[in-house]
């Protein structure tokens, strides 16, 4: 497998400008140390020449000479044969969290961000007390409705095709949530050892499918901005892959939307190389103040696209009811997929999501206004209190990716715990390790909860700062964390 080029252009772009306090050739080597270190140049992407790199940057060649030699000092680069300089980690560096562990024991007062869903939407009991009027129908089968309930399906595939994607009920497949879908998709598609491409940082519940598929991961970065689709262009190319994992959606967790253009290039390339993709659709609903109209479905783009959705992040997480979009035979390999360990969605569950759907496909008005005002006021504590924080406001989504100054983000997890906080550190979200510079706090409390987290995470930085962490005050060590969703 050839590794992914960087261009020399877009790694001047990266590095920024060269002029400041010490040696250019060592701001040059810092720069792209905290690049790699952040997961925005992934591990095994091979850099441009000394000689390319030198022009782009309009530097001495011996200038860009002595930064690759400090780097490959410091185990950030690396020669391969074939390969040029590639980007990689120093040994022991590589830390990837799956975030599938919580903590036994919660104290009383603890704010936790580490859910990026909301509570159940008014109209729930309404919704409830219908479906279980509605299930005489059901009760008289075994429950097990492999492809989920026919009414369902039906307004689930209808909603694709108001967005964009003609769909049938046929093509619908109803699953116990977003991650089960996603964990069908890539058995059907994945032998062990085969690669994938994915978003780096991305969702990180997929990690211990791919773990025990022994899958070879070619990591694309999203900038705080976006993707830069030439980039993941090479990258694709380059990868032998057999599957992609994609959220062009409101990306979770930096809330970046792919547009249209850019979902065509990346399409492109994926069906040049013969790649499916699997694209997470969970947070499309989520428009919060987005202007214009929404993308075309990824599905619209490339046709070898298995989609998945869920009802966690628009309705309620406790109805645990995702599905998979998908057409032709690849329907009879999900569904062979699904059967050794998901043999159908609890049928009333589906039923309630049913009358909620008929509502709204997505969040209502006055859902869509309480996240709006509690990003803000969330925004706004961050902006007053720690304005050395950075993030790029998003217009959707449910989150902040929040950078730090310093890569510390597992010292201030910690210490955020020790005053009442748990939120998620960048780690858990990397594909390739690194993003030890990165915090996500999602924006689903009240505001007045929001600006005491902002306050509680001001603490837990000068704690961190003044080296007063103290741990977990007693709780039991869970090296994993709490869970991410």
């Not at 519940?205 to 070619?218: C, K, V, Y």
């Not at 599905?299 to 070898?304: K, L, R, V, W």
């Not at 449910?398 to 100054?405: A, F, G, H, K, Q």
Request: aromatic share 4%; with cysteine; proline share 7%.
């Amino acid at each position: 497998m050839v590794a992914p080029v960087l261009s020399a252009v877009r790694t001047a772009e990266l590095i920024g400008p060269t002029s400041g306090d010490g040696p250019a050739y060592q701001l040059v080597a810092d720069s792209l140390r905290l690049l790699i270190a952040d997961g925005r140049i992934a591990v095994g992407t091979r850099l441009p020449s000394e000689r390319d790199l030198t022009s782009a940057l309009a530097l001495s060649r011996t200038t860009v000479s002595s930064a690759y030699a400090v780097l490959r000092d410091r185990g950030y680069l690396t020669s391969r044969r074939g390969s040029g300089s590639v980007a990689s980690l120093p040994a022991g560096a590589m830390r990837r969290d799956t975030g599938l562990h919580m903590s036994a024991q919660v104290p009383a007062g603890t704010i936790d961000l580490t859910c990026a869903a909301q509570r159940a939407p008014a109209g729930m009991t309404q919704a409830a007390e219908a479906a279980i009027a509605a299930s005489p129908g059901y009760l008289s089968g075994s429950g097990y409705l492999l492809n989920g309930v026919p009414e369902l399906r039906e307004a689930i595939a209808a909603r694709y095709t108001e967005r964009g994607l003609p769909t049938s009920a046929d093509e619908v497949i109803v699953t116990t949530g977003a991650v089960v879908g996603t964990a069908i998709a890539a058995r059907a598609l994945l032998s062990p050892g085969d690669a994938v491409v994915m978003e780096t940082p991305t969702y990180p519940n997929i990690f211990p499918t791919l773990t025990q598929l022994r899958s070879r991961i070619a990591a694309v970065p999203v900038e705080p901005t976006g993707w830069d689709v030439a980039t993941m262009a090479s990258t694709i190319r380059a990868s032998g892959a057999r599957a992609a994992i994609l959220l062009p959606d409101f990306h979770n967790p930096t809330g970046n939307l792919m547009s249209d253009e850019q979902r065509a290039v990346v399409a492109k390339a994926l069906a040049r190389e013969r790649i499916t993709a699997i694209v997470d659709e969970t947070v499309v609903e989520i428009s919060l103040d987005h202007q214009g109209p929404m993308p075309q479905p990824f599905g619209a783009h490339h046709a070898d696209t298995i989609s998945i959705g869920s009802a966690s992040k628009s309705h309620w997480g406790g109805l645990r009811i995702g599905w998979i979009r998908a057409s032709g035979s690849m329907l009879e390999r999900l569904t062979a997929a699904r059967v050794p360990f998901d043999i159908g969605a609890p049928v009333i569950d589906q039923l309630v999501l049913l009358q909620l759907m008929q509502v709204t496909a997505g969040i209502t008005a006055d859902r869509r206004q309480d996240l709006v005002s509690s990003r803000d006021a969330l925004a706004g504590a961050l902006r007053e209190r720690l304005p050395h924080l950075r993030f790029v406001l998003p217009s959707g989504g449910l989150s902040l990716w929040i950078e730090l100054p310093d890569p510390i983000a597992a010292e201030v997890t910690l210490a955020a715990e020790d005053e009442g906080l748990l939120i998620a550190s960048g780690p858990r979200f990397a594909a390739a390790g690194g993003l030890d510079r990165w915090i996500r706090m999602p924006y689903v409390l009240s505001p007045q909860e929001l600006v005491e987290a902002v306050a509680r995470l001001e603490r837990a930085l000068g704690r961190v700062a003044a080296g007063t962490t103290m741990g977990r005050r007693g709780r039991a060590e869970h090296p994993h964390g709490p869970l991410v969703a």
